[in-house]
């Protein structure tokens, strides 16, 4: 069983940062790619950033220039480091770990979620 626990977020006002950090236990040997999600109220989950195995950033246009995410394999953690914060980034922010082996010749596979981490943007 894989688990994945969110720290960091919280309140800051508009134009601040915040680091997200995420690590994943369990049986793990690897994790093919690593992400975070948002929810805002009345809104639909959506794609923040994710970063592949191999360290291949991919973010949210709304997030570009603004949002860095980073990982660390020996540790399954992945970061999101948040800068320029904008009101319209108030959401729960959620740790996604997507096709995770156990073993060296097991094929990834699963998709694990975190609890959710709140961020909250002040003007």
């Known amino acids: 069983q894989v688990q994945l626990v969110e720290s960091g977020g919280g309140l800051v006002q508009y134009g601040g940062s915040l680091r997200l950090s995420c690590a994943a236990s369990?049986?793990?040997?690897?994790?093919?790619?690593m992400g975070w999600y948002r929810q805002a109220p009345g809104k639909q989950r959506e794609l923040v950033a994710t970063?592949?195995?191999?360290?291949?950033?991919n973010y949210a246009d709304s997030v570009k220039g603004r949002f860095t995410i980073s990982r660390d394999n020996a540790k399954n953690t992945v970061y999101l480091q948040m800068n320029s914060l904008k009101p319209e980034d108030t959401a729960v922010y959620y740790c996604?770990?997507?096709?995770?082996?156990?073993?060296?010749?097991?094929?990834?596979?699963?998709?694990?979620w975190g609890q959710g981490t709140q961020v909250t943007v002040s003007s």
């Open positions: 996604n770990a997507a096709g995770i082996a156990a073993l060296v010749h097991e094929v990834p596979a699963g998709d694990y």
């Open positions: 369990g049986r793990i040997f690897s994790i093919n790619a």
């Open positions: 970063i592949s195995n191999g360290g291949s950033p």
